[in-house]
């Protein structure tokens, strides 16, 4: 370990896919990476592809990050309460747009057939496919388990997975010892996947003072993205 690095977003190829389990936070990774990105100068479009999870899409955030001057690209009948969204052109034109495409992907079989609907959009350029982790989700709390999604992601889709991405959190109940309980995990779930821990997300605000369990790669993020219950 090399010492605690703050990780940049533009380190990330101008296409990159977030995916994960449902719940593990992938759609909160996604928001923080655009605005940020936004914030750096560079032009952002987030691309909704999570067409069957009701309650944590991006596009439900289409507000916020359109006031950031972030263009968000929805299935059609997102942001309504239809839950059987169609795909149109508008998304297969979104990956030759400029600037980053941020894709916020189902992680779930759906989802994945989803994401592998545009994969000769995708495999023709450089891209990155993070699959975001969390030891508190409650089907993928075992390395053994998370990697296992992992790969029927891949199968469902047709793509690569290129980084693991450990979003190990509470909501706003994380602590420094929520973080350092999901260290290991992370790393066991890159190990077992044969990919590098790109980054571990902090909560920007959390009291590091004193202590010494900051992560090697660590993204300091905002919690957006919290449960309608």
């Known amino acids: 370990m090399n010492g605690p690095t703050i990780f940049s977003p533009e380190t990330l190829k101008p296409l990159t896919v977030v995916t994960g389990h449902y719940g593990v936070g992938k759609t909160n990774v996604v928001i923080n990476l655009a605005l940020d990105l936004k914030k750096a100068g560079h032009a952002v479009t987030v691309v909704d592809l999570d067409i069957v999870n009701p309650y944590f899409r991006s596009s ?26 169609t795909l149109g052109p508008e998304v297969s034109g979104s990956f030759e747009r400029h600037g980053y495409v941020l894709v916020d992907a189902g992680g779930d079989d759906v989802g994945a057939t989803a994401l592998g609907r545009y994969r000769h959009l995708i495999d ?11 030891a508190n989700r409650n089907l993928t709390q075992k390395p053994d388990q998370a990697v296992e999604v992992l790969r029927e992601i891949e199968a469902a ?8 991405v450990n ?8 602590t420094c ?9 992370g790393e066991a ?29 660590w993204y300091p993020t905002e919690v957006y993205v919290k449960p309608p219950w």
């Open 157 to 164: 889709c047709g793509l690569r997975a290129t980084g693991i």
């Open 177 to 185: 010892e929520t973080i350092a309980h999901g260290l290991s995990f």
């Open 167 to 174: 979003n190990t959190h509470l909501q706003n109940e994380t």
């Open 124 to 134: 023709t350029r450089p891209f990155d496919l993070l699959y975001v982790v969390n």
């Open 60 to 85: 439900d955030y289409a507000a916020l990050l359109e006031e950031a001057g972030v263009t968000v690209i929805a299935p059609t009948f997102a942001r309504t309460t239809l839950d059987t969204p």
């Open 189 to 217: 779930c890159a190990d077992q996947a044969g990919l590098p821990q790109v980054f571990v997300t902090v909560p920007r605000n959390l009291n590091y003072s004193g202590s010494d369990l900051l992560p090697e790669w």
